[in-house]
């Protein structure tokens, strides 16, 4: 079934560690993006990538870095982790960043920072 | 700033109709999306907007007024399984989308 896969589906990180998020999806979009979802908080854009081999930076990038070395993946890392990176992540994708086309959304990430 | 508004919110019947409103101040406007959300788990797209009016898909409906800067969702012959969470999201000029923190939908029998 084509789609978006996230790795892990939850985790439990000591602060201070280093994480990487993983992200593929097989529907050969162009633009993929990484969420964090908190409770009372809309969606927050950390990072995004409109094609493979650029990204950008979101709303919320601090302490967060991607990379896009082809069109089907798209890791999060956390280079040293802190308490208030403790959030629901999701990794979406849609065909273009253009007006109409619509996200498709991974099953999320739960990470826990102690 | 830039900033979506929307109940926290709201409690229906089964079988009933219920509109859940959105309400959006943004730089500019490359279109509007409605996602639903169930409890855990991933959002879910359910409709775009981006001209003036009614946009309908079975048992929902989305509105959009871009000169008032309002959207809804309207949901018909409500089902339990319509218990989840609204989110409203708007494309500015620069075609990221600023997201409301959404509308929890409680249905009752």
């Known amino acids: 079934i084509a789609g978006i896969t996230q790795a892990p589906t939850s985790q439990i990180l000591a602060a201070g560690r280093r994480m990487t998020l993983r992200c593929t999806q097989d529907m050969r979009h162009n633009a993929m993006y990484w969420y964090r979802q908190d409770l009372g908080l809309g969606l927050r854009l950390i990072h995004y990538?409109?094609?493979?081999?650029?990204?950008g930076k979101g709303e919320v990038p601090d302490g967060y870095s991607v990379s896009r070395a082809n069109t089907d993946d798209f890791p999060l890392t956390l280079a040293s982790a802190v308490p208030s990176q403790t959030s629901v992540y999701f990794c979406?994708?849609?065909?273009?960043?253009?007006?109409?086309?619509?996200?498709?959304f991974g099953n999320g990430t739960r990470l826990t920072v102690t | 700033g830039q900033n979506i508004d929307q109940p926290t919110e709201m409690t229906a019947t089964e079988g009933a109709i219920v509109q859940i409103n959105c309400t959006y101040q943004?730089?500019?406007?490359?279109?509007l999306f409605w996602y639903q959300q169930h409890a855990g788990e991933a959002p879910t797209f359910l409709s775009y907007?981006?001209l003036d009016g009614l946009e309908e898909k079975g048992r929902f409906s989305s509105f959009l007024s871009r000169s008032k800067g309002y959207s809804y969702l309207l949901l018909k012959e409500l089902q339990m399984k319509d218990s989840a969470s609204y989110l409203c999201?708007?494309?500015?000029?620069?075609?990221?989308?600023?997201w409301g923190a959404g509308t929890k939908l409680i249905i009752k029998p």
């Open positions: 999201a708007v494309r500015d000029s620069n075609y990221q989308l600023i």
């Open positions: 990538s409109n094609t493979a081999g650029t990204t």
């Open positions: 907007n981006v």
């Open positions: 979406a994708s849609s065909e273009s960043g253009d007006k109409g086309s619509p996200l498709h």
């Open positions: 943004t730089s500019g406007f490359n279109g």
